[in-house]
């Protein structure tokens, strides 16, 4: 098992900048897929980003493609995301997730294991 906390959250004005980061612990970081996913209230559980094992591959949302960076550091067990141009819209909970086989993928059921999530509130 992989056990990830998520970090970085917080409140930014639209525009703005965040780095969320993840860090992993309990197995080999670099054999896992990892994915960013978030949820806003009342909404459900969407995908962000995400990076293969070796951190030289990666696929994001449209709605974030462009201003977002998915990226990772297989020595530091970290993964991050960085958000710039920040819009009210990307407010949510964001969660990052692992998967220990197969490839990259959009799906949030493909993913075993998960963060507890981190707020980011994006205020206009």
């Known amino acids: 098992q992989v056990q990830l906390v998520e970090s970085g959250g917080g409140l930014v004005q639209a525009g703005g900048s965040l780095r969320v980061s993840c860090a992993a612990s309990?197995?080999?970081?670099?054999?896992?897929?990892m994915g960013w996913f978030r949820q806003a209230p009342g909404k459900e559980r969407e995908f962000v980003a995400t990076?293969?094992?070796?951190?030289?591959?990666?696929y994001y949302a449209g709605s974030v493609k462009g201003r977002f960076t998915i990226s990772r550091d297989n020595a530091k067990n970290t993964v991050y995301l960085q958000m710039n141009s920040l819009k009210p819209e990307d407010t949510a909970v964001y969660y990052c997730?692992?998967?220990?086989?197969?490839?990259?993928?959009?799906?949030?059921?493909?993913?075993?294991?998960w963060g507890q999530g981190t707020q980011v509130t994006v205020s206009s």
């Open positions: 990076i293969n094992r070796s951190g030289g591959s990666t």
């Open positions: 309990g197995r080999v970081f670099s054999n896992y897929i």
């Open positions: 997730a692992a998967r220990d086989w197969g490839s990259m993928s959009t799906t949030a059921g493909h993913y075993d294991y």
